[in-house]
Structure formats: structure tokens, C-alpha cells
């Protein structure tokens, strides 16, 4: 239902939903979260098609548009886990994610068998991708402390926890018993 009124000489339009159930109000507050979270997952579509061009690619052979595709979908998939390690508690979108942590200029540097990593930034906001870079060092420092433990699929599972942690809850995924090394 929409309703228009005239204001100074301007027009401005109202749109109004009303939602008539029978649902007890716990079933309502679901209901609410599940909108949500598809909301959620349709943003996901929307930065691939928008902001990471899998929406324009037309070649005109089947192979050529299969490998632009997955390439696509391997960097966004990759760029979503380095952002989540950096703020696992914070959903990124890409429009300001990589600004802020791309337009950066690093210089490395080794001293007496030690390596260091000299980040700066131009962003007006450099302070958290400071506060995100040193979460990244930070979480690999300690899994490196750990790794000579791991093998490569558990320091894997340890990375995508500590990724998606914010939906785990702190809990470890475990590797499924295939994987694991007999």
C-alpha cells in the first residue's frame, strides 16, 4: 500500500506493509531473523554480479566463460576469507573492504634471519586496517606455533574456524575422517 503527499512543492511517496498472522510473536521474531539471512545470502550474488564482473562475460565458446567464471569465483571466495580473518565479528562488503585493505603499499624487509612486513596506508581509515593486519599476524603467529602439530587439512580447518568463527561460536571444525591423515 503506498501513499503520497505533496510538501512544499515536492513530492514524497510513503510505501507501508502490514503483516496479518496467526503465528505466536516467537515464531514471528523467526520469521524476521530468516528474512534476514536471506537477505544476507543475496548479498553475496550481489557483490559477484556487481562488484566482481560475473555478470558481463559473455565468450562466445562454453570453455573460455567456464574458466572466467570459476577464476571469479576462486578470488572472491579467497578475498571472503582473508576479510573474515581479518574481522571474523564483522561482515565486509567488497565496495569497502578493498579499498581499505588493497590500497596499501608494503615493503619487506630481513634482519638476522627475521622477516618483517612494513605496511602503510592512504585510507582515511588506516586505523582498522592497521587493527586487521595485526589480527592476521597475531592469528598466524599462533597457528605457526602450533602447525609442526598439524597437518595441512587440520591447519586448514583451523584457518576457516578462526574465519567463521563468528557463526561457530568458538567451536573447531573437524576435518571429516577421510581427510584425516591414517
Known sequence: ??????????QEVWEYAALVTSLDSE??????QLYRDRADCENAFDELKNHWGWGGFT???LKRCRLLALSVALIYNWWSLFVRLA????????????????????RKTQHAGRTTL??????????????????????????RQNAEQL??????YRIL?????????????IPPARLQPV
Open 1 to 10: 500500500m503506498g501513499f503520497a503527499e505533496v510538501v512544499g512543492g515536492k
Open 27 to 32: 515464531t514471528l521474531i523467526l520469521l524476521g
Open 151 to 156: 597437518d595441512t587439512v587440520q591447519r586448514w
Open 87 to 106: 574481522d571474523p565479528d564483522q561482515p565486509r562488503e567488497v565496495i569497502t573492504s578493498r579499498p581499505l585493505l588493497l590500497h596499501t603499499i608494503a
Open 118 to 143: 612494513t605496511i602503510g596506508s592512504t585510507h582515511g581509515e588506516q586505523h582498522k586496517a592497521r587493527r586487521a593486519y595485526l589480527r592476521l599476524a597475531q592469528f598466524f603467529a599462533r597457528l
Open 161 to 173: 574456524s578462526e574465519a567463521r568463527r563468528r557463526y561457530l561460536r568458538g567451536r573447531q571444525l
Open 59 to 61: 565468450p562466445r565458446d
